[in-house]
T-cell receptor, first 116, second 111 residues
Framework: DGGITQSPKYLFRKEGQNVTLSCEQN?????MYWYRQDPGQGLRLIYY???????QKGDIAEGYSVSREKKESFPLTVTSAQKNPTAFYLC???????????????FGQGTRLTVV | SQQGEEDPQALSIQEGENATMNCSYK?????LQWYRQNSGRGLVHLIL?????REKHSGRLRVTLDTSKKSSSLLITASRAADTASYFC???????????FGKGTRLHILP
């Protein structure tokens, strides 16, 4: 079964801690994305990657970091510099990067992060 | 940067009626996509319409695109309780290399 998997589903972070959210896809997609969703809001882009070993900041990258060492993996670290990290985090992938032909995005089921 | 804006923000209709949601955007696009999100879940892709297309159908879904007005509409015909969800438009803008989502329309189908 091909798909995109996020883990964990729920995550609790203490003040001042870094946490890493996992995102794995076996769809052989080049592009991967991280979005943040706050209650009743749309999705805001944190980081995106069009190819292995390359990634770009989105609209709200401050306090977050990513890596793309393998095509199938795009982990997101929420650092202590992110002052308001409580949110729903969504990872997505697409065959082609934006601007190309096939940019339909496939989403994981999300990770709900709560600061305690 | 907010590219797409959905209208209305919320919509409640009776089961069996048609639901129409609109999306407006600001800059030229390669394509526009519609997604559905059930509460607390990931988004599911519904339909993609390219900038040179005007209308597209998929089952009970009909999407139109008017590039001169920079707007799109999503019509769901013969609505069902299972259609209750949030619906988002997303634009693949020509000047950016990223997909930008709007804030969504919350659709509630009343039994």
């Amino acid at each position: 079964d091909g798909g995109i998997t996020q883990s964990p589903k729920y995550l609790f972070r203490k003040e001042g801690q870094n946490v890493t959210l996992s995102c794995e896809q076996n769809l052989n997609h080049d592009a991967m994305y991280w979005y943040r969703q706050d209650p009743g809001q749309g999705l805001r882009l944190i980081y995106y990657s069009q190819i292995v070993n390359d990634f770009q900041k989105g609209d709200i990258a401050e306090g977050y970091s990513v890596s793309r060492e393998k095509k199938e993996s795009f982990p997101l670290t929420v650092t202590s510099a992110q002052k308001n990290p409580t949110a729903f985090y969504l990872c997505a992938s697409s065959i082609d990067p934006p601007g190309a032909w096939n940019t339909e995005a496939f989403f994981g089921q999300g990770t709900r992060l709560t600061v305690v | 940067s907010q590219q797409g804006e959905e209208d209305p923000q919320a919509l409640s209709i009776q089961e069996g009626e048609n639901a129409t949601m609109n999306c407006s955007y600001k800059t030229s696009i390669n394509n526009l996509q519609w997604y559905r999100q059930n509460s607390g879940r990931g988004l599911v892709h519904l339909i993609l319409i390219r900038s040179n297309e005007r209308e597209k159908h998929s089952g009970r879904l009909r999407v139109t695109l008017d590039t001169s007005k920079k707007s799109s509409s999503l019509l769901i015909t013969a609505s069902r309780a299972a259609d209750t969800a949030s619906y988002f438009c997303a634009t693949d803008a020509r000047r950016d290399d990223k997909i930008i989502f709007g804030k969504g329309t919350r659709l509630h189908i009343l039994p």
